[in-house]
């Protein structure tokens, strides 16, 4: 059974930080990019990042050079570092798991909250 479980979310300042993390289980974690989307109320679920088996990065604009993504293949883990966070961030984040080659297998955590209020 594939997990995909974050963790790390919360209430933060405008400006502050988190580090949302992601452990995998049932999957080979390898062979899967690992991404972190987002969905804010009223909107559609969105690409952040995304890191692939191989460690290449991609970011959409409105996070680069404020979040970082990375991978920890020993501990079937993935991290989303968010520094100067800004209210329009407030979301829920959401790990996705993609296979690098049978893109069909695809799987979801159950999203973390992020806040950012002052």
């Known amino acids: 059974q594939v997990q995909l479980v974050e963790s790390g979310g919360g209430l933060v300042q405008p400006g502050g930080s988190l580090r949302l993390s992601c452990a995998a289980s049932g999957i080979i974690f390898s062979a899967y990019d690992m991404g972190w989307y987002r969905q804010a109320p009223g909107k559609q679920r969105e690409l952040v990042a995304v890191i692939r088996r191989g460690g290449n990065t991609n970011y959409v604009d409105f996070v680069k050079g404020r979040f970082t993504i990375s991978r920890d293949n020993a501990k079937n883990a993935v991290y989303l570092e968010m520094n100067s966070l800004k209210p329009e961030d407030t979301a829920v984040y959401y790990c996705?798991?993609?296979?690098?080659?049978?893109?069909?297998?695809?799987?979801w955590g159950q999203g973390t909250q992020v806040t950012v209020s002052s």
């Open positions: 996705n798991a993609r296979h690098y080659l049978y893109r069909g297998n695809d799987y």
